[in-house]
């Protein structure tokens, strides 16, 4: 099965915005629950954001709640992160991932992982 494939990140100043795209062809786009990740360097895999079948829930990490919006158009198979006020720590790889089982907030709990997308903010 074809894997996700995300875009979107790149080279932004602190206070910045991006919006990271995730296409995801490979499957049944809105039988899953769909999540982001990140991972800095030297550090494990960390959940950042989910978002529901039809996109009504939301969930969150602690760290970037009321800066980051996740989004889902099931028409297009294609799952959004929208990202403001953005800060030197939020540099990172950025995944997406479907959700499969388990624990939401953990990566264990994902399959169909794409490539990663770097996002890289500049104080």
């Known amino acids: 099965q074809a894997q996700p494939v995300e875009s979107g990140g790149g080279l932004v100043q602190a206070g910045g915005s991006l919006r990271l795209s995730c296409a995801d062809t490979g499957r049944t786009f809105s039988s899953y629950v769909m999540g982001w990740f990140r991972q800095a360097p030297g550090k494990e895999r960390e959940f950042v954001a989910a978002?529901?079948?039809?996109?009504?829930?939301?969930y969150y990490a602690d760290s970037v709640k009321g800066r980051f919006t996740i989004s889902r158009d099931n028409t297009k198979n294609t799952v959004y992160l929208q990202m403001n006020s953005l800060k030197p720590e939020d540099t990172a790889v950025y995944y997406c991932?479907?959700?499969?089982?388990?624990?939401?907030?953990?990566?264990?709990?994902?399959?169909?992982w794409g490539q990663g997308t770097q996002v890289t903010v500049s104080s």
């Open positions: 991932a479907a959700y499969t089982g388990g624990n939401i907030y953990y990566a264990t709990g994902y399959d169909y």
């Open positions: 978002v529901s079948l039809s996109g009504g829930s939301t």
